[in-house]
């Protein structure tokens, strides 16, 4: 499956951010947590959620998505049945956030090794300590994490890393354990805080969202709820860094500018002109990019899923630009992509220094992996000729219909299956 884009063209005009990604297939996990009914609105329709959904299946639960209306109803009445051994899960890191709802509620979880896209090592360390710290058994065998505990007593927990997965994980065990958890050098991505406001929305007594760390207070039991996802920032961020590549001018609609920020210091850097205000972000950029440097780091820093993006950006910047890539260190797999089409990049350690060029010129790449995948798009976007990208499949992951936005925004480009 692949793209031919032809290039050259400034993208124009408004688009809206779908759900987060990131945060709806957390949020579908956690549903676990009650035998009531949860609705989650604003889901993106793409891979990963129907992914999800096939795993929810195979614990229990009762999973309804009205696509049209981005809705899904998830009913987890029956008994959990604690085992993930479905191949889709080895093809989703989010996956392994079913431990820590089915663990507080089934008091044990077998969930094959995860995957995901090949972006360099993603330790489960850092879960299984935590399991470990509220009274659980966790260990890894034969290709499965286990753990299993019949009393978690809430206590202390500082993370070495603050590891997204293992902070959802230890906040949703510890919604249903004996007394006060306190977890210590905690993830505070968006998406940490959408998934404790649904959380408290089910009942649940959680302080610090949003912080380095979070309190969790365990109860008998939670409810149901309905709740929003908020919208993805680094979908919406794509196309601001793909309006700013093709020196277009566009409005990202229904997003959290807030969300935004360490990438939209960057794009003004770059020399874009940029307008905010509560859920928008009009950008227009009228001359070549100016160069910039970018380290990637923990949420409030750079994210890591918007490296790609900004890499094709500086590609094309009027002088040499650095990149530092602290979180992932295969995060420059395109690297090899973009010199097919003039890129000057040099790799150094876990960064690159990149000599802008006037221009990048057709050629026909390869997706590596979703982030990877959607960059390479944006490339294309900006080479004057038709490219064509294969391996557009991993961009289902995590865009939705991302052609489609692309051309109400003056894209000139085609899916083939």
Known sequence: MHFIVEGGVPLRGSVSAQGAKNSAVHLMAATLLTADPVILENVPVIQDVFSMITLLREVGAE??????????????????????????AANLRASLSLAGPLLARAKQARIIFPGGC????????????????????ARLEDGYILVQGKRLAGRRIYLDYPSVGATVNLVCAATLAKGETILENVAEEPEIADLCNMLRKMGAKIRGAGTKMIQVRGVRQLHGTSHRVIPDRIEGGTYLVAAAITRGEIILKDTVPAHLEPLLVKLQEAGAQLETNKNKVHLRVLHRPKPVDIKTM??????????NQMLILLCLAEGISLISETVFENRLLITSELRKMGADIQLHGGGAVIHGVESLHPAQVTAPNLRGGASLVLAALAACGLCEVDGVEHLDRGYEDMEGKLARLGARIRRIE
Do not use: M
């Not at 999973?63 to 889709?88: G, Q």
């Not at 923990?298 to 918007?306: A, E, H, I, K, V």
């Open 63 to 88: 999973v309804s998505f009205d696509t049209a209306r981005h809705r899904i109803i998830i009913t987890s009445r029956k008994e959990l049945k604690p085992e993930v051994s479905n191949p889709v």
């Open 118 to 137: 090949n972006i360099g090592a993603r330790p489960v360390n850092y879960h299984l300590k935590g399991f470990q710290a509220l009274g659980a058994e």
């Open 298 to 307: 923990p949420y409030p820093g750079f994210p890591t899923d918007l490296q």
